[in-house]
C-alpha cells in the first residue's frame, strides 16, 4: 500500500513538472530550450517552437506525449506532421525509444503503455484502455482534412511535428478543438513558409502562443560542422541558413519564384510514379561560381540526385555526360538529353551530337507558347516548373535539399529579374535543368 502511494504521489508532482518527468522516468536531460518549452505546455498550454534544423523538437514532441499520457487519465493526443511516413520514422520512432528508456527505470509504469499501429494510424495507448486512453498519429494532408478532427477529451493535447508543411485544411477542420480552454497544444517546425497555420501562430494568433525561436547555435546536439557547412555552401545570408540553421523565417518568400518550401515539400512527399522515357536536362554553367547542373527525371520522379560541377569547359561537360549515359543501364537511357543552348551549352550540344548521343538544343530566349504571359520560354519554363511543384505531384528523389537550396539561393534571385517574373527565390540552373522536356 506504501510503494501505491508513494507511485502516486511521484505521477502527482510530475503531472506539473515534465521537466522531472523526464529526467526521473525517462533518464534524459532536456536542454535548457526543451525544458522552457516543457515548462511553457505545462502552465500556458499552447506552445510553438520554430527552429533550425535537428535541435531536438520532435524529441520534445515525444516527451511531452509520454508525460501527458502518463500524467492524465484519461487522455488523448491527436498528433500530425505532413506524412505517416514523417511521423513513424521520426516522431513514433521517438516515442519508442523514449518508452523503452523509461521501461529500464520504471518497467511496471512503462509496460502500462504499448505500441499499437494499423495501416492508417500509428497509436501508442494505455493497453488497459486503449480507446480511452491514447496518442494517434494522421498524416497532416489535405486528402485526410479529418486528421485532427473530433476529439472530444478532459485532457486533450495535439502534437503538430513538421507544422509548416502540414496542410491549412487540417487546422480549419480541426477548428474549435484547438482553441478549447483545456486543449493543450505544441507545434513545432523549421520555419520554411511564412504563410499557414503554423505562421500564424508566431504573428497574428502569438498572443495566444509561448512561441520560441531556436537557433543550431543554441542546441549541443548540432555540430559546429553542420553550422560552418552550412555557412560556406550556402552563405549567412542564404534563406537556407537562416531556416535550417538560424530559425528564422525566410525573406522575399512572397514574391519568391520558388519558394524554400515548395522545394523541401518536393523531396519529403510520396508520389505515385508515372512511368515516362527518362529525360535528362542539362545546364551548362557559364561562368565563375555557377555550377553545371545535370537532373535525371523519369515522368514526375527525380531519379538520382541532381548532379553537378563546376569550373569545367565545354568539352569537358560534354565527357562528363558521356560518361554517364556509357554508364547508364539501358532501360534507364534517356529519350532524350536537353540542353540549354545559349551561350556555352550550344557547343555541348554540338559536341555531343557528334558524339551520337539524343540530344536537343534549348533556347531559352525563343518565343514562349504561352506569348501573352511570359517575355521568353525562360521566363516560362521557370513558372511552370513552380507551378508544378505547387501541384504537389512531383517529387525529388533525394532527402537532401542541399543542391536544390544552394542553386535556389545562389542564383535565384539574378535569374528571376533577368527573365522578368519578379524577384524571388528560384533555381535557375536546378529549374532549367528539371523542367526539360515538360
Ligand atoms: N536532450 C536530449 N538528450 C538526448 N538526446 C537528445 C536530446 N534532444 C534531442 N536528442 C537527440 O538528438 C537528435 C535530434 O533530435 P530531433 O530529431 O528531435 O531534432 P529535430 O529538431 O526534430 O530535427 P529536425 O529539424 O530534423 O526535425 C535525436 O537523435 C534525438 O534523440
Ligand atoms: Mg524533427
Not at 104 to 121: C, E, G, R, W
Not at 356 to 373: A, C, L, W, Y
Not at 401 to 420: I, K, L, P, Q, Y
Request: glycine share 8%; hydrophobic share 40%; with cysteine.
Amino acid at each position: 500500500m506504501r510503494a501505491l502511494a508513494q507511485a502516486r504521489d511521484v505521477l502527482i508532482r510530475w503531472r506539473e513538472e515534465p521537466v522531472s518527468f523526464v529526467r526521473e522516468a525517462l533518464g534524459a536531460e532536456p536542454q535548457a530550450w526543451q525544458a522552457e518549452a516543457l515548462n511553457a505546455l505545462s502552465s500556458d498550454r499552447r506552445v510553438s517552437v520554430k527552429s533550425g534544423h535537428g535541435v531536438g523538437k520532435s524529441t520534445v514532441d515525444s516527451w511531452a506525449l509520454l508525460w501527458f499520457m502518463t500524467t492524465r487519465f484519461p487522455a488523448k493526443c491527436p498528433c500530425t506532421a505532413p506524412t505517416l511516413a514523417q511521423l513513424r520514422d521520426i516522431l513514433w520512432a521517438e516515442l519508442g525509444h523514449w518508452h523503452g528508456e523509461m521501461k529500464k527505470l520504471h518497467p511496471v509504469l512503462a509496460n502500462q503503455f504499448s505500441i499499437q499501429s494499423s495501416q492508417q494510424d500509428l497509436r501508442f495507448v494505455l493497453t488497459a484502455a486503449p480507446t480511452e486512453s491514447f496518442a494517434v498519429g494522421r498524416a497532416g494532408r489535405k486528402e485526410n482534412p479529418e486528421a485532427l478532427q473530433g476529439f472530444h477529451a478532459e485532457n486533450l493535447l495535439f502534437v503538430i511535428d513538421e507544422a509548416t508543411g502540414v496542410d491549412n485544411i487540417i487546422f480549419e477542420v480541426a477548428g474549435g478543438a484547438l482553441s478549447g480552454d483545456n486543449t493543450y497544444l505544441l507545434l513545432t517546425s523549421n520555419p520554411t513558409r511564412v504563410s499557414g497555420y503554423f505562421y500564424d501562430t508566431h504573428t497574428k494568433l502569438r498572443e495566444r502562443f509561448h512561441c520560441m525561436t531556436v537557433s543550431c547555435f543554441d542546441s549541443p546536439m548540432v555540430s559546429p560542422r553542420y553550422i560552418e557547412d552550412a555557412k560556406v555552401a550556402y552563405g549567412q545570408d542564404s534563406n537556407i541558413y537562416r531556416v535550417r540553421v538560424l530559425g528564422e523565417w525566410p525573406t522575399a518568400d512572397d514574391d519568391a519564384v520558388i519558394p524554400l518550401n515548395l522545394l523541401e515539400d518536393a523531396i519529403k512527399r510520396e508520389v505515385e510514379p508515372i512511368n515516362h522515357m527518362p529525360i535528362w536536362g542539362l545546364d551548362v554553367a557559364r561562368f565563375g561560381n555557377c555550377r553545371t547542373a545535370l537532373a535525371k527525371r523519369q515522368g514526375n520522379r527525380l531519379m538520382a540526385p541532381i548532379q553537378s560541377w563546376s569550373h569545367r569547359d565545354t568539352m569537358q561537360v560534354a565527357g562528363l555526360v558521356m560518361h554517364e549515359y556509357e554508364n547508364t543501364p539501358s532501360n534507364e537511357l534517356p529519350s532524350e538529353i536537353l540542353v540549354d543552348s545559349v551561350g556555352l551549352g550550344a557547343g555541348v550540344v554540338d559536341r555531343l551530337r557528334e558524339l551520337g548521343v539524343p540530344v536537343r538544343g534549348i533556347n531559352v530566349g525563343e518565343t514562349p507558347s504561352g506569348k501573352d504571359r511570359f517575355t521568353n520560354l525562360k521566363a516560362e519554363l521557370w513558372w511552370k516548373t513552380r507551378e508544378w511543384l505547387e501541384d504537389r505531384g512531383m517529387r525529388f528523389r533525394s532527402g537532401r535539399t542541399s543542391r536544390v537550396g544552394a542553386a535556389a539561393n545562389a542564383a535565384g534571385r539574378s535569374a528571376a529579374e533577368d527573365v522578368g517574373i519578379g524577384r524571388g527565390v528560384g533555381t535557375q540552373r536546378t529549374g532549367q535543368a528539371l523542367i526539360g522536356g515538360q
